[in-house]
């Protein structure tokens, strides 16, 4: 029987690796100290691994596909297909990115003027990428952690991922240049991406993974409208995503079902209340294909 | 850009104001340690405080509105307007209240009989204009915390709030009156309550927690019925609620949707079944706006 | 008034079995130290006992009816009624099962190897059974725990409950034959179950507990379909369940919906959008009666 | 090369057990599920096993030792040498006993009382021996657990252990009789308590841990006197234990060191201080032998 | 029996008070909900209340003494005696302070500059004082908690206790004035302090107290020196406290013993062993009376 | 003021260090979050660290001292100084090593059949110094943890730390060689090791850090003897230190003290009692600088 390997990200998107599977259908199991988890679908081969690694066994063929950050993609420079973008794990708040940060105090202030001096980052690859793309000329050391807490002492500057800055604040660092911005990626090794079986399986792997992500930000409203009404209400509703507009026995009644933004949600409904529908409800949906 | 300041509850309701925040649409995030949670509003400042201190800044307008218990209203005396009542918190229970409270084998048997004791308490105003009403001259201590391990050497009575009474119990006393039965409320400054734009802000979150507190206790309900036993099933319906009856391809069949209250599904579900119903399901719901 | 009167699982099935009755619509409250938990139905009393002596307390009247595994209805060997199979606690796992197990470098191969060695277990009537059905003479010990780490110093042979069989493999013990398959039961007193109050109560009880069940393995999905493509759609979905088609305002549309297996959605997505659905989405369900 | 065969109490008792062992000399390490703890003395091998079960395997020959507590001893009846008796686990506290107890309102006064009566215990044997001492027929059944919240629903009396009541009285019941007072013992099996290497090791352990325990409460203290107070100080030490009392290079002052109880030292160091101690230490003590 | 009532203080010194008093020589037991530890002492009654309430209940003699912080007995500003000053809790960090503090960029420089401001602090007493001896006149609102988040705009000042002021600092709040330092005290009524059991009682118990904060910051050495180095080894030893030098049975050599403090053994020891000191051994003490 | 710069290890040695430094006179406060430790002596500096970094930083000057592993000290391969050897964190155990391993059924016996192969390995630096060694050519990836999970799939060999194998043996790999055996080392930069302050300050913390090594596996005995029975006792005390004999009151008998071994203690003080000591009491040690 042929199978797919697939890697999974081990540490902070682990869990929510497995809620994201879990929601589209399958049943991933992390015993304690394995690194092999089950999955539900004998089709398919799991194996945790670090998200710095993934593309490099991707790449060799040890693995067919994975989930990664594109940050670690670039940063190992090798050659994988990316089957699709995944944008999870802290849902709502900013990009993660890669930043070049200094000292609040320091006299650097662009690029150029690393000349010479100390960077630590755990990205090594992509922080001599930057320089050279610069033509600076600077020492760059591997950071084994606890970057942000070494200038002004043990570093010049570093170059560190970050969501908010907080972290850096802290620190008393100030950001100076984003070298990359990063999502999780659904990596591909090249051979595997055109072999038939693997290919049908990976696409549609995605499409569910795709759809939790999407519902994870709509949600579903139903309500009842006069037909005297439906016009005013219909007009509320956003052009894009075409409402479903049901007859009720009561001739004079329609049922109207829609999907919508759960931004949007927040002032909608109450527009739509003012505008005749009654009977509102709304609920959580678990995947959403438009 | 006007901004609403807004108050939320620091401590035993904070896990449950978030949550029934989020399912409103609001992402509340509050850092540890921090007073000043972000909200993903940007006409809205949060700023956490204790229910004990919020109709203060409320009535005083350094807050626009807050959510505080009624009895913190009642105690502090303050003016301020009620937006909203809000129950939850502790879903499905008897109502908090304040009562006073005495060892089993004490000699005082009601209000009267306090003349010259010593009452320990969180509440002192409450508590002295509960005195005042029943003509009675009595001491008045305000209790730090652990108000019901006081009597009898430390107190002969105290006021203290209670659920279930099962802590007063524990501790061998009776309450003999109650003074004050309490829910959270949704209060506002009244300059900022005339406010137009604060107001409909204000209108708005209010309709879509109430939606939310409604949708916790009821259910939505869908199936599929024959047309000759229509009338028998929407016979089993609550009266109040118009279920939405939709034809099928089908012209022999209708499919009905309804939402009922949580405890009625209970015998409700077996009835339609024993109806006609088909293909039964029953699923959760957001918010509910009747 | 008259009352039901149902033992729960206390232990590893407590927290899951709340769970489920949640679902079904009953607020169980147990508070922490108490074994008489709360109920929000007033015609039912609940008590906490061990899953092993369950079907003693039901068998004399003590209680009327409660949930136990199949496995100590057999081992205390008393006459109970059963109202229900529930498969719950350890979800889209094998089966839970008594096994003989042994280490394995031992010589023995089966049942009638057994003569003259000592078997440690919990379930001494169901190994003696089982001994006498082979015509075997053993020694029988009653373990108080921790069975498994015995053989080869403290006993030859053990009987004792498994799932995936991993906790004996760590203990170097192979399995050689199984004594009994299990699964949580529904059992009831003989002469509850012809109390036509007590029947009712338990039957309806029944019915909403394996709906929950039912629903924890579907999902509801909800799509739009042109007229021109109804047929192929409809052809994809499995036949047994009957989609529910309702006819849009727009008379060429159709909305479609139905319940499928979790399973089956994973493919079945893919293939009905690649069919001509369009908007598909999915949600979870409650309670399900097919 | 010989070894010591000995069982250590898995539960309650365990880690104060480690505890104690380690202040003896030895170092216990208790792998997380293993059962078989390491021990750094090649000439020992652990095994854990729960108290119940102890003297079974003892007494068998299985084990040449064990610790467990008298009351299983006398459960399981079987023969057994004692090697010392080490009264530890919950240090400065009453004795545990397992005691007879029936709810406050039971009409039963007495052992004649249970005549016919259902009594639900973890320790049927001693319950049924009791019994037959006082010539009473009753039902003895034995309880997986929570003995105590069966009286009056699911029996009449109950045979539990207990150290302060607390728990029986909180579940409304009273003691009416004493069934067994019961420390911990360090048993042997009679074969190996005459084997000359054995008895040696056995022996020598016990010295240890008894001089562990003794140590628990007594402190050291070391004062300087001047030699005209010294008869005054002197006279106030507790007759029983002999000080030291060494000469200081200053011939008019000698330094006193002794061993007292704890609870001795509270009064005793003002006292001693009184009569002209001066530089008063204390210290605490791994181990005592008198 | 007479018996002395002791209030212990409830919250962050509990756990420290009861370690205190461990090693002072007495067990007290505080069981979970329990506000009335026993102590195995029966001439002493324990009471757990809060620091802010001791001294009123020990000014009305509802209790003999208590311990609580100097800034609540100044706070309450009623009478009772001090028996001893206990520096325990945070050991080895600066002493507790309420402070007056305002944001780093507010105007006010000092306490005339709070005229017609508002002050939010949980010692409102203490805070009208200050502001009484300064002639200034403001509004001081009681802080149910959270104070150093207020300012600036729930507040133009607060006063708070503060170890390090960081709290303060990370709230942005600078430090303008100092209004009272404070320790633990151990307090006590008027009348108790002058009956003669009672006052005993409370002297022996301050005595032992006293002598474990003592030990804390103390350590034992123990060494061997020969007679030619004794001079020297002496010479090195803080003056103040006489070490013990005994003979050994060796003539030329003396055994020195003594106490000293836990920094000065830092240099202490090297500089002995330099001078000529041999088998340098330290160890701990539990209670030191110089 | 002069200072010491201190570098102490983040991670799994954290905890146990600074409690060597508790137990050797000096505070250290690691405040969550920060990576800058107080301690209570003015002249020194802490700066926690990974122990991967330490020698990097101490060979740049960066920071004059720190501890870290021989191991890393050796993969890095910088000039540092070697002040003392500090074996603590994991007591009693073996010693912790670097191997080679490779899985149970691999061809792979010794470092030459290696050729062409992958390994896998934190310490990149070490294994490629050991394959240059045995003039073998082989891949040698970085792994970022997780690493003994690689093989066979991802990797045909590893090197990694181990102390009892068992997780190499819980995956299957067996141990084919080792590359190096590690310690924990106190360090210091060369030039900061001629400095007259700096060495001297960390002489005397290497003196007090070894005290406190020491002094684990030691315990003092004091006990009384009669002068006829002296000379037996004092030939059963290990030979090397030298006991301290002091004349007691009586002339007839002698205080014996000495500092023995934890292991040696087992088995001595019960041949020390049947030799004719009384008396006997063994008590813990801070430090032992024999």
Not at 54 to 79: F, I, P, Q
Not at 92 to 108: C, E, H
Not at 161 to 175: F, V
Request: glycine letters at 6%; a negative charge; hydrophobic letters at 40%.
């Amino acid at each position: 029987m042929p199978v797919l390997k697939l890697g999974l990200p081990k540490g902070s998107l682990e869990e929510s690796t497995v809620e994201m599977f879990q929601k589209a259908g399958y049943k991933i199991d992390i015993q304690s100290r394995s690194y092999y988890p089950s999955i539900d679908d004998p089709e398919i081969q799991c194996v945790l691994l670090r998200a710095q690694e993934m593309s490099r066994y991707v790449a060799e063929g040890l693995l067919d596909c994975g989930l990664t950050g594109y940050d670690w993609v670039v940063e190992n420079g090798l050659e994988v297909v990316e089957i699709a973008e995944l944008v999870y794990g802290k849902v709502g708040r900013k990009p993660l990115r890669w930043v070049l940060a200094v000292p609040n105090n320091s006299d650097i202030k662009e690029a150029k003027d690393l000349e010479g001096k100390r960077i630590a980052t755990e990205a090594v690859g992509m922080t001599k990428r930057y320089l050279a793309e610069h033509g600076v000329n600077a020492t760059v050391e591997f950071s084994w952690g606890a970057t942000e807490v070494k200038p002004p002492y043990l570093a010049d500057a570093i170059v560190e991922i970050t969501e908010t800055g907080s972290s850096l604040k802290a620190n008393n660092l100030k950001i100076i240049d984003t070298l990359c911005e990063t999502t999780t990626r659904f990596i591909a090794n090249p051979t595997a991406a055109q072999d038939p079986f693997k290919r049908r399986k990976m696409d549609r792997l995605a499409l569910l993974l795709q759809a939790v992500l999407t519902a994870e930000n709509r949600v579903g409203l139903m309500m009842n409208v006069h037909k005297d009404k439906l016009e005013t209400v219909l007009a509320k509703l956003p052009a894009l995503q075409r409402p479903t507009v049901a007859h009720l026995s009561d001739e004079n009644w329609f049922s109207l079902t829609t999907v919508i933004d759960k931004h949007v949600a927040r002032d909608l409904i109450t527009d739509l209340m003012q505008a005749g529908a009654e009977g509102l409800v709304e609920y959580s949906l678990n995947k959403v294909i438009l």
